[in-house]
């Protein structure tokens, strides 16, 4: 009986961390994610968050995905999808890769989704190395 008890946190938790909500940032419960893209970290990248990291996850990311948004102004943002701190980027960076990242395997485009700014292939690819070196 015990045993059972401890899967009720996880029980809880799970809705909340699955896929996006409707409309929005959101775009509804068909948004599924894409294979992994494939990216490696080359030995010189120079990607890191103060020079790529931050300012992708702000041009393209933040309007949803922020720690500061709650409810209706997260837009349907999954809870603790949230970028703007580089550990917030760091704890989903799978997700990240699946949504919105590109290399040699993939070119994932699911993300975002609404009509504002999007990255162009370079700024994706760029997004997929970073994620590989580890989001430094």
């Not at 699955?18 to 509804?28: F, L, P, Q, R, Y």
């Not at 603790?80 to 550990?87: N, S």
């Not at 704890?91 to 290399?103: K, L, W």
Request: hydrophobic share 35%; net charge negative; charged share 20%.
């Amino acid at each position: 009986m015990r045993s059972r008890w401890k899967l009720l946190p996880v029980a809880l938790v799970l809705p909340l961390l699955m896929g996006h909500d409707t409309g929005g940032c959101g775009g509804g419960d068909g948004v599924e994610f894409g294979p992994p893209t494939g990216s490696t970290c080359p030995p010189d990248s120079t990607l890191t968050w103060d020079s790529f990291g931050h300012e992708f996850m702000d041009s393209y990311c933040t309007r949803c995905h922020a720690s500061t948004l709650t409810g209706a102004d997260r837009q349907g943002a999954p809870l603790y999808h949230d970028f703007d701190t580089v550990q917030g980027v760091r704890n989903v960076a799978n997700h990240v890769d699946y949504m919105a990242a590109a290399g040699p395997d993939a070119i994932n485009t699911q993300m975002p989704i609404d009509d504002g700014a999007t990255p162009t292939l370079g700024e994706r690819k760029q997004l997929g190395e970073w994620l590989a070196c580890g989001a430094p």
